[in-house]
């Protein structure tokens, strides 16, 4: 079978405001045990870390898969995107999570913002809060 490799990339600190805290929880403690659950831990590297400068930590168009789940914030998730839409190569996906929902407006607007338009920005079938593009 295929052997990947999976990064994940989390301030180490949560949330940084009280009310995304309520939503989500947060911390690095959170990461581990979700990393465990889904059977990946061994084969994950933890990059303690902010999200745009770590992504300078790859090459562009060295990865597969980037999956965005980080601060919420308008010009962060736009900054998010603009740093790890070049690390992920052609033909591969960039992800995001709570494009709709979760009381997170932003990220549709920044998702929509930087790709021109929604279509580009689609649903996941499996997971009604993700958007994803496919890069070509």
Known sequence: GMRATVYGVDWGVGPTTGATRALVGG????????????????ITTLIVGESTRSAAMFEDGSLDFVMIDACHELDAVLSDVQAW??????????????????????VA???????????????CPH??????????
Not at 29 to 39: E, F, K, P, V, Y
Not at 85 to 106: F, N, S, T, W
Not at 127 to 136: D, E, G, K
Request: aromatic letters at 8%.
């Open 27 to 42: 911390g690095t403690g959170t990461l581990i045990s979700n990393l465990r659950a889904a059977g990946v831990l061994d």
């Open 109 to 123: 607007l920044a998702v929509d913002s930087y790709f021109g338009c929604a279509p580009l920005a689609k649903q």
């Open 127 to 136: 997971a009604s809060s993700c958007w994803w593009h496919q890069v070509i």
């Open 85 to 106: 839409a070049k690390k992920v190569r052609k033909g591969g996906i960039l992800a995001g999570h709570d494009y709709q929902g979760m009381g997170c407006p932003e």
